[in-house]
């Protein structure tokens, strides 16, 4: 099993930035691909980035350019760096993770083993 636990969400206007992070615990050493998926209100859940253990990443064409997604490696937390932030990036933002082998390509949110409860983003216009 693993736990996540995501911080970093808050307020922000339209052309701002903020820095999402997600610590791991449990069973980190079976991690392989680290993610970040999103749901806005009344909508459904929504890719937003990938990391796979080999480090390639991958992005939703919404945020491409945009957003960035890291990992450390020896503590396996992921972070989403958002820059240029639109109010419909407002959601509740995820990150997740897989324990199967993934070698490239944007997870789908069902196709994570566990995710966190979210950081609520909110940006103003």
């Known amino acids: 099993q693993v736990q996540l636990v995501e911080s970093g969400g808050g307020l922000v206007q339209a052309g701002g930035s903020l820095s999402l992070s997600c610590v791991t615990s449990?069973?980190?050493?079976?991690?392989?691909?680290m993610g970040w998926y999103r749901q806005a209100p009344g909508k459904q859940r929504e890719s937003v980035a990938t990391?796979?253990?080999?480090?390639?990443?991958d992005y939703a064409d919404s945020v491409k350019g945009r957003f960035t997604i890291s990992r450390d490696y020896a503590k396996n937390e992921v972070y989403l760096q958002l820059n240029s932030l639109k109010a419909e990036d407002t959601a509740v933002y995820y990150c997740?993770?897989?324990?199967?082998?993934w070698g490239t390509g944007l997870l789908r949110p069902s196709e994570y083993d566990y995710w966190g409860q979210g950081t609520q983003v909110t940006v103003s216009s």
């Open positions: 990391i796979t253990s080999a480090g390639s990443t």
């Open positions: 449990g069973d980190i050493f079976s991690i392989n691909a």
């Open positions: 997740a993770v897989t324990l199967r082998p």
